[in-house]
């Protein structure tokens, strides 16, 4: 009995070349600058890490994580002085990743607040790139620690806002909701805001907040030349008012817990 007949095999034709696996950018907070207050993930991206692209904030005694053979590329962005354009450190992203590279985005503080974190987000989304978020301590929380003081207070701040002081132009923003950061029962955080803090003031007060209301200045937090001065809102704009900006700072004002 003969067997069934049927069409000879055609050869398979070959498959494609895979191309190259994309590499994977981790999106790295740094925290305030102490490298005490790195997270275990963050030293281990940085440990394993083929390039580290940093910011100015997230260098010296952090950069001391990176592998030996990793490539650092300072990319940071300070006001009032030549810096990185956005665009191009998301191309730098985006071409270390496609060549397959582990990538480390080492921001200051905590990469979500007012960071530049979405624009990275969104263009390693559009390649195709994969990407983790690795939070971090923000300078927030360093600075009222290092303040020995606590951000809520049970009875008197229980609510916490942070609020940039600066918009693309570098200006005070001007849809600011001052109901809302003139609340004297808040604590309110101020982030690039030692420019405009003099116009700030005089809008809080233009709004019911008490010139008297206590306030903190923390200078370089988790810096070895890291400075804090505790004053009030009209002492914080006559400061900033008689003194040009030099290091990082940041504001905070409102019930704050000066008397323990």
Do not use: C
């Not at 994977?24 to 692209?53: H, I, M, W, Y």
């Not at 923003?173 to 805001?193: K, L, R, S």
């Amino acid at each position: 009995m003969g067997g069934i007949a049927g069409n000879p095999r055609t050869k398979a034709a070959p498959l494609p070349e895979p191309a190259p696996f994309p590499g994977f950018v981790s999106l790295v907070s740094a925290g305030p600058g102490d490298p005490e207050l790195l997270t275990l993930k963050a030293v281990d991206r940085l440990a394993r890490a083929d390039v580290v692209l940093f910011d100015d904030l997230a260098s010296g005694p952090v950069l001391d994580h990176a592998g030996p053979k990793a490539e650092l590329i300072a990319v940071g962005k300070r006001a009032g002085r030549p810096s990185a354009r956005q665009d191009h450190v998301n191309a730098l992203l985006v071409e270390h990743a496609l060549a397959g590279r582990r990538v480390v985005r080492l921001k200051s503080g905590d990469a979500g607040f007012f960071g530049r974190l979405e624009e990275e987000l969104v263009a390693l989304a559009q390649a195709g790139i994969g990407f983790e978020i690795v939070p971090g301590v923000t300078s927030a929380s360093a600075a009222a620690a290092a303040a020995g003081i606590p951000l809520t207070r049970r009875l008197t701040a229980r609510r916490v806002q942070f609020i940039t002081g600066a918009d693309v132009t570098g200006q005070l923003p001007g849809d600011i909701n001052w109901a809302a950061i003139a609340d004297p029962a808040v604590t309110t955080v101020v982030f690039m805001g030692q420019r405009s803090f003099p116009e700030l003031a005089r809008g809080l007060r233009a709004h019911g907040l008490p010139g008297d209301t206590p306030a903190l200045f923390a200078e370089s937090v988790g810096h070895p030349h890291q400075r804090l001065i505790r004053t009030t809102v009209d002492g914080m704009a006559a400061m900033m008012e008689a003194s040009a900006v030099s290091q990082p700072g940041l504001i905070i004002y409102g019930p704050l817990a000066f008397d323990i």
